[in-house]
């Protein structure tokens, strides 16, 4: 679950993705109300995509650690991120501790592969980044769910990934 601030209104908003259907079409869960998505096109200056069957446009103008200075559908705002953003993709991970013997890291969030920081056969421990990827302009390290060896890794730099991908196998 994520939450969300934007400057100057008082709600927060909270979202989750609740299933991937593949296709980039995706049922989402805002403020307790569940709603169908399918982004159209994502990359670092914006993001295209339907919403219940409406058209939405939103260009990111800056970014900072804090806060993303975007323009939705002609309206300039500004929403603040998550103060805990990789530790909540590092727990919805694996990163908790439930599910250690499971073989493979998968990828809590849609996005695009920047760096890949091991290699095969490489020895890791719990909490090692693996991968980055960036996503609405935030990079978030992808961490090993457990201590082990990189069997596999199933992602190149520049790959899309969406949510629940396999990033690499860890024995």
């Known amino acids: 679950m994520m939450e969300f601030k934007i400057k100057d209104i008082e709600q927060v908003f909270n979202g989750e993705i609740l ?28 993001i295209e995509f339907v919403l219940d069957q409406q ?3 939103v260009k990111y103008l800056q970014t900072s650690t804090a806060e993303l200075n975007m323009v939705v559908d002609g309206v300039p705002m500004i929403v603040n991120k ?14 908790a501790g439930a599910g250690d013997s499971k073989l493979a890291l998968h990828s809590q969030i849609p996005g695009k592969v920047v760096s890949i920081a091991v290699e095969e056969g490489a020895s890791v421990k719990k909490g090692d980044t693996i991968c980055t990827l960036e996503s609405m302009k935030m990079q978030v390290g992808i961490k090993s769910h457990k201590d082990g ?6 992602v190149k ?3 899309s990934v969406a949510k ?3 990033i690499a196998e860890i024995e």
């Open 55 to 57: 058209y939405h446009t």
């Open 19 to 46: 299933q991937n259907h593949g296709n980039n079409e995706y049922t989402i869960k805002i403020n307790g109300d569940d709603r169908n998505i399918k982004i159209l096109q994502m990359d670092s200056k914006g």
């Open 149 to 154: 060896v990189v069997k596999l890794i199933k």
């Open 82 to 95: 998550h103060i805990n953003l990789d530790k909540i993709v590092y727990k919805n991970s694996g990163g």
């Open 157 to 159: 730099k520049g790959n």
């Open 164 to 166: 629940n991908d396999v």
